[in-house]
T-cell receptor, first 110, second 116 residues
Framework: GQQLNQSPQSMFIQEGEDVSMNCTSS?????WLWYKQDPGEGPVLLIA?????ELTSNGRLTAQFGITRKDSFLNISASIPSDVGIYFC??????????FGGGTRLMVKP | GAVVSQHPSWVICKSGTSVKIECRSL??????MFWYRQFPKQSLMLMAT?????????EQGVEKDKFLINHASLTLSTLTVTSAHPEDSSFYIC????????????FGPGTRLTVT
């Protein structure tokens, strides 16, 4: 099915650095969700965004719902080793079906 | 709150046998549950959507007679892989849409299926 364009696909960062990833789409979404998946586990919901322009934080995580409703970004501040994993964005449309990005694999150098 | 469980967490079966995977929403009611398949290093692929008390809706290319889905209650959906083949080996993940927060889906921990 359709996927969102998520970038970067993977990244290495130094512990303590800030991280930024984003998703773009050619379609408008009503809701943007950000998930984190650890190896062998299911995705865990990190942040849900409901309104265009909305900026929401969850601890060291901050996400924004783009004004055009076609994009979203996720920032992680002061990264730590347990931030390692795959981060997925997902857009929810009027049909309430989730469309997923391809994922950003985050690897942290200790 | 919003916990989803899956059972079993992993299973090994022989070709030709059937395997049933359960998905339960533990602390909320879910009118809709979703079944996904995930290959290594790839994103989640939606297989089917199941609504409580009605037939599942399958995505294009997913064989409904092979992947039987039953959504018997507001807290339980099952996926049965029938006549399993090695190519069915994958990570199967369910999610449940919270009845009161319909834009949010909560995922189970996944089931690793290996068909020998």
């Amino acid at each position: 099915g359709q996927q969102l364009n998520q970038s970067p696909q993977s990244m290495f960062i130094q512990e303590g650095e800030d991280v930024s990833m984003n998703c773009t789409s050619s379609s408008i979404f009503n809701t943007w969700l950000w998930y984190k998946q650890d190896p062998g586990e299911g995705p865990v919901l990190l942040i849900a965004l409901y309104k265009a322009g909305e900026l929401t934080s969850n601890g060291r995580l901050t996400a924004q719902f783009g004004i055009t409703r076609k994009d979203s970004f996720l920032n992680i501040s002061a990264s730590i080793p347990s931030d390692v994993g795959i981060y997925f964005c997902a857009g929810n449309n009027a049909g309430n079906m989730l469309t997923f990005g391809g994922g950003t694999r985050l690897m942290v150098k200790p | 709150g919003a916990v989803v469980s899956q059972h079993p967490s992993w299973v090994i079966c022989k070709s030709g046998t059937s395997v049933k995977i359960e998905c339960r929403s533990l602390d909320f009611q879910a009118t809709t549950m979703f079944w996904y398949r995930q290959f290594p290093k790839q994103s989640l692929m939606l297989m089917a959507t199941s609504n409580e008390g009605s037939k599942a809706t399958y995505e294009q290319g997913v064989e409904k007679d092979k992947f039987l889905i039953n959504h018997a209650s507001l807290t339980l959906s099952t996926l049965t892989v029938t006549s399993a083949h090695p190519e069915d080996s994958s990570f199967y993940i369910c999610s449940a849409r919270h009845r009161g927060r319909s834009y949010e889906q909560y995922f189970g921990p996944g089931t690793r299926l290996t068909v020998t």
